[in-house]
């Protein structure tokens, strides 16, 4: 007996936090057999089974792949753009004051306005294949990046770039050799932010004007009812959103192997 | 004999956006010769490592000129090394790769880097911790990676800012009487910046008094003390002497602060 | 000199100004003298200006700006209502703590926006399915931040306070509160982001007013200066807001908040 509970007091956190999203997860299934539902309501529900059985049929009639692969595409490209102009934009902006100023109004403004809204003037100028996607999904994630970039080339020790510029470096050597790597923990903090942003933004952008890509998916089954297909759109988006955040942070700790424990606050 | 380093009305003044300017140096005149060991002890502000950094070549001054070799200091160069009070190392890198850093911007071959960078670990005593980050070393282990880092490059002077000063009590006169040998095999030209009068006489040739700010030299001490030094010359009567002469040219400057 | 002087000084503050005024001007002037107008996909910054002074200061988007500002009131006060307490809740009891923060977790880290096509169709189209979204999207910063902000709590102020008599009220009020404070006020300018992203998806997707509604429907009607009137309509209250928010935070928070932590 006295193992059962060490087990448990050992394991607490996971044992509570698993168990309750397991037992909402046991209620919903359960629920319409519980309880009576009101006629309408049943057009709108549908239960985790049904969800995996959605998602089993979709895949088998070979109808979820290509939405899978478009929203892919344009996930990555867009993100992949952000990474590109956002990182050496950060470093830029953070190395020289006067671009700094000069840039400044403009990314506040930009990063304070839901980037969603340009939305339908991308719709309009590329139209609703994947590109009007790929536009929005990069100038959300581009702020992110590029701020926390700025960020960490502001707080550079100033004895660092000093040590370095004593044995005759120049300002790209200085970049290279203390500028980026003091940098990498606030860029893996906006990487984890700009793929949040980024996923927000192909969801949001195949619902407004596209015919293809899992977003689009979700959008014509909620309109045909079809719940069960909605929720295989969302597990979907919130897997792949779980697993980047995981694999950011896994390649978080491998970086950051010269870091005193304590200092790891991200 | 023309002096090896020279510094010639050297004057420098902080301009600050809120404040009024100060004047860190004014006119400060300045000779080394080389194989010299040189300190410079002096009040607070006095502007003593403002100067070290204007030979490193981080600084330039107002007016005045300074020379290395007969040739102006205009910027960083790989002559002249420093050691820096904060150490400096860089957390990502092993002990290794820092002492390597020098080398690393000269252009050196890897593996010519790597021999050179074991040759002056073994040298400051750290055989055993190539492979250490930074925040693995104590205070005293740091200074010695930073010291074997700036004698990497063979640098023709070794400009120390208060390197021992965030040492505690006991690492520090260790490494004082370690920095002395070293010194004894290598017999580099060092320009040494400290607060401890104790340490300045311990260590050096001769020893520069510099003036509350602005800064200028006030007074040149010779140190007669024979050398190799060690350590229970510090206990002597001799060596208190020295102290007392320093303190006295040290203490109006204090007091004219106050 | 004095010009010189000022202008150095200010450095930053005129180079700032000077690049928005010249994007603006190179922007006018791109479209005047170089780049044929074609009105159905371009438009210049004279034709925004004119588009704007007919649109809000005579037009609807100023009804369409209130309309939206409350379905956004609406669900940013119940995700106050809401997040605060249940993350009050999680940071005071350990156990609740354990329980709710993998499915919070979850949720916050999904793009809830996903779900906002079948929030629409059961609910329909109105102020209430606006406000469930607006709600859905902006609770969580505001769980999680007063979670880390109770947590963070120092024992020792609260063993200060308990050794000299007080009960549990003094202790929410002296201590609890004021220390989690600013990571509340942190949360909410996240949550006012998160909250505009719930508004405008929630109008362009089935609306009838709304400044998300009205951007979509110059959209469709390839009236491009309006489109832009009622971006810039928006952008103006988004800056307005997310600013007032950090000058709130700076002075009621002690530490930085520099980073964009969610």
């Known amino acids: ?266 | 004999m023309a002096p090896f380093i020279s510094a010639h009305d050297v004057s420098l003044v902080f301009k600050s956006k809120d404040r009024d300017p100060v004047t860190a140096l004014n006119r400060l005149n300045l000779e080394i010769t080389k194989g010299e060991f040189v300190s410079i002890v002096g009040p607070s502000g006095c502007g003593k490592s403002t100067f070290l950094n204007m030979l490193l070549g981080l600084l330039r001054p107002d007016s005045g000129q300074m020379q290395m070799n007969g040739t102006a200091i205009t910027g960083p160069g790989q002559e002249r090394a420093m050691v820096f009070q904060e150490f400096g190392l860089l957390p990502w890198r092993t002990v290794t790769a820092n002492v390597e850093l020098g080398l690393e911007l000269k252009g050196i071959a890897a593996g010519k880097r790597t021999e050179r960078a074991m040759e002056l670990i073994k040298l400051v005593g750290l055989q055993g911790f190539e492979r250490h980050y930074p925040h693995e070393l104590s205070g005293g282990m740091k200074q010695r990676v930073g010291l074997a880092r700036a004698l990497a490059t063979e640098p023709e002077i070794l400009l120390m800012d208060e390197p021992f000063a965030a040492l505690d009590a006991q690492t520090r006169d260790l490494m004082q009487s370690e920095l002395l040998q070293i010194w004894e095999r290598t017999r580099k030209t060092v320009l040494f910046v400290t607060h401890s009068i104790e340490e300045a006489a311990y260590l050096s040739d001769r020893v520069i008094v510099m003036t509350a700010r602005p800064g200028r030299a006030k007074e040149t001490l010779k140190i007669q003390l024979p050398r190799p030094r060690d350590y229970e010359m510090r206990l002597t009567p001799e060596f208190n002497e020295i102290k007392s002469q320093i303190w006295e040219v040290l203490k109006e400057e204090l007091i004219s602060r106050v | 000199m004095k010009p010189k002087e000022y202008f150095a000084e200010h450095r930053r503050l005129w180079l700032g100004l000077g690049s928005v005024l010249f994007v603006i001007a190179a922007w006018e002037a791109l479209l005047t003298y170089v780049i044929p107008l074609n009105p159905f996909f371009f438009t210049k910054p004279s034709l925004i200006a004119v588009a704007f002074k007919e649109q809000v200061i005579y037009g609807a988007l100023w009804n369409d700006l209130a309309v939206s500002s409350k379905a956004f009131l609406w669900g940013f006060s119940l995700a106050i209502l809401f997040g605060i307490p249940v993350g009050a809740l999680m940071g005071w009891r350990r156990k609740a703590g354990y329980t709710l923060d993998p499915f919070f977790t979850a949720l916050y880290a999904s793009p809830l926006v996903a779900l906002a096509p079948l929030i629409i169709v059961v609910f329909g189209v109105g102020l209430f399915a606006k406000s469930v979204l607006v709600f859905a999207l902006s609770v969580f910063p505001f769980i999680f931040n007063t979670f880390a902000g109770v947590r963070s709590t120092d024992r020792l102020l609260i063993n200060v306070v308990r050794s000299f008599g007080g009960g549990e009220k003094d202790l929410y009020l002296k201590v609890i509160f004021p220390s989690t404070l600013p990571y509340i006020v942190a949360g909410a300018r996240i949550a006012l982001g998160r909250g505009l992203v719930g508004i405008i998806v929630g109008e362009f997707y089935a609306a009838s007013e709304g400044i998300g509604y009205a951007i979509s429907r110059f959209g469709d009607t390839y009236r491009l200066p309006e489109m832009f009137a009622a971006i810039f309509l928006l952008m103006i209250a988004a800056v307005a807001l997310t600013e007032g928010m950090r000058k709130l935070e700076s002075v009621l928070a002690p530490w930085k908040t520099t980073q964009e932590t969610r």
């Not at chain 1, 595409?73 to 700094?100: K, M, Q, Y």
């Not at chain 1, 933004?201 to 089954?221: C, N, P, Q, R, Y």
Request: hydrophobic share 55%; net charge positive; proline share 5%.
């Open chain 1, 1 to 266: 007996m006295k193992r059962l509970a060490n087990f448990y007091t050992e394991r607490e956190p996971s044992i509570l936090g698993g168990g309750f999203i397991l037992l909402l997860i046991l209620l919903w299934e359960l629920m319409p057999r519980l309880l009576a539902l009101p006629q309408g309501f049943s057009l709108f529900f549908t239960t985790p089974w049904q969800v995996i059985e959605a998602c089993y049929q979709l895949f088998v009639e070979n109808k979820i792949q290509e939405h899978f692969y478009v929203s892919s595409i344009e996930f990555l490209a867009g993100l992949g753009l952000a990474i590109v102009v956002g990182l050496p934009a950060g470093l830029i902006t953070g190395r020289s004051r006067n671009i700094d100023a000069m840039v400044d109004p403009f990314v506040t403004i930009f990063n304070a306005t839901p980037r969603l809204i340009f939305l339908p003037l991308f719709i309009l100028w590329f139209g609703i294949g994947i590109w009007s996607k790929i536009v929005i999904v990069f100038i959300g994630a581009v702020f992110p990046l590029l701020i926390n970039t700025y960020e960490g080339v502001k707080n550079v020790d100033r004895v660092l770039v000093n040590v370095v510029r004593s044995f005759g470096a120049n300002e790209w050597q200085v970049m290279k050799i203390v500028v980026l790597p003091y940098s990498v923990p606030y860029i893996i903090v906006g990487l984890r932010l700009a793929i949040g942003r980024a996923i927000l933004g192909v969801v949001v952008g195949e619902f407004f004007g596209a015919s293809k890509g899992l977003g689009f998916m979700i959008a014509t089954a909620a309109t045909n009812y079809k719940v069960d297909v909605v929720f295989v759109g969302v597990a979907i988006f919130m897997g792949l959103s779980l697993v980047l955040t995981m694999a950011v942070k896994k390649f978080e700790s491998k970086l950051s192997r010269w870091r005193p424990e304590e200092a790891k606050t991200f």
